[in-house]
Nanobody, 123 residues
Framework: QLVESGGGLVQDGDSLRLSCAAS????????VAWFRQTSGKEREFVAA????????YYADSVKARFTISRDNRKNTVYLQMNSLNPEDTAVYYC??????????????????WGRGTLVTVSS
């Protein structure tokens, strides 16, 4: 089970850190990603991290602003979001997979999905 937290209402330019806590299974062996979705739009890949934490991947729209990291001792993955702007407003979802394939930008390539946490950035 994946549970996201940390969402909320922030101002343009602010920072926010999302957390994804896992229960059950051996979380340290799972690769994890964040997706986001705005009403009326397709789900968008945001960032991914391999189980070891040694490789990370980002969407061009968030590169240099967002950082994905993990603490396997705490069974938690984080998404640090800096320089937020209104275009970042969305429901953010945490997903996990036993194997991070070359299709890591595809929602259906994952095995587990959280329920999401809402991030709202006001201008």
């Amino acid at each position: 089970q994946l549970v996201e937290s940390g969402g909320g209402l922030v101002q343009d330019g602010d920072s926010l850190r999302l957390s994804c806590a896992a229960s059950g299974g051996t979380f340290s062996t799972y690769s994890v990603a964040w997706f986001r979705q705005t009403s009326g739009k397709e789900r968008e890949f945001v960032a991914a991290i391999r189980w070891s934490g040694g490789n990370t991947y980002y969407a061009d729209s968030v590169k240099a602003r967002f950082t994905i990291s993990r603490d396997n001792r705490k069974n938690t993955v984080y998404l640090q979001m800096n320089s937020l702007n209104p275009e970042d407003t969305a429901v953010y979802y945490c997903v996990a997979a036993t194997v991070l394939s070359s299709y890591y930008r595809v929602w259906s390539d994952y095995d587990y999905w959280g329920r999401g946490t809402l991030v709202t950035v006001s201008s």
